[in-house]
């Protein structure tokens, strides 16, 4: 009965390739996000979906398109993979609506660029 | 935007002693503060949460204050254990939906026994 989940937990590509991260939550919240999670540790938001809907494009290489299918989904897609691309990459949700913005982290999936 | 700074970076005690790690923050918009503590090779995990309307918040050894004139907020962990030595993150956020957590920079906390 995981929370948030994501698929795969690693991912080691060539530079160049196109690669797909997946992410499903089974709260029932409305909001879904992705973080970078760089070699320093620091965690910084790439995306937000609410009900389906872009809510931050923060400034994030084209390259890296963000699709939500439903609410319960939200997928990363990243083109021409280089090697700055490397880290980890987190998933997250939240339920919209309430005074409070409390998250759900899944469990990262570790993307390695060669 | 929201800028939350963190410190210290690295934090070391021995074991039963206190730990402190103070973050302040920018904007006097956001009203949630998270702690996540994140060990290695796993994912952020929410350990307490402090809001605007609270100016202290505690469980069991963790506790949580919150001064928002001065915009900063602390996370204390008393009697500290081996099993508490991980990355901690504080982070601030608005309230709207879709808001991203905005985090600090982490701090590596060594408890030695």
């Known amino acids: 009965d995981t929370a948030v989940s994501q698929t795969p937990k690693y991912l080691v590509t060539q530079m160049g390739n196109d690669k797909s991260i997946k992410c499903e939550q089974n709260l029932g919240h409305d909001t879904m996000y992705w973080y970078k999670q760089d070699s320093k540790k620091f965690l910084k938001i790439m995306f937000s979906y609410n009900n389906k809907e872009l809510i931050i494009n923060e400034t994030v290489p084209n390259r890296f398109s963000p699709k939500s299918p439903d609410k319960a989904h939200l997928n990363l897609h990243i083109n021409s993979l280089e090697l700055g691309d490397s880290a980890v990459y987190f998933c997250?949700?939240?339920?919209?609506?309430?005074?409070?913005?409390?998250?759900?982290f899944g469990p990262g999936t570790r993307l390695t660029v060669l | 935007g929201e800028n939350v700074e963190q410190h210290p970076s690295t934090l070391s005690v021995q074991e039963g002693d206190s730990a402190v790690i103070k973050c302040t923050y920018s904007?006097?918009?956001?009203?949630?503060f998270p702690w996540y503590k994140q060990e290695l090779g796993k994912r952020p995990q929410l350990i307490i949460d402090?809001?605007?309307?609270?100016g202290e918040k505690k469980d069991q050894r963790i506790a949580v204050t919150l001064n928002k004139t001065a915009k900063h907020f602390s996370l204390h962990i008393t009697e500290t254990q081996p099993e508490d030595s991980a990355v901690y993150f504080c982070a601030a956020s608005k309230p709207q939906a879709g808001t991203a957590l905005i985090f600090g920079k982490g701090t590596t906390l060594s408890v030695s026994s």
């Open positions: 904007d006097s918009a956001s009203n949630y």
């Open positions: 402090i809001r605007s309307n609270v």
């Open positions: 997250a949700s939240s339920q919209g609506g309430k005074s409070y913005n409390e998250q759900f």
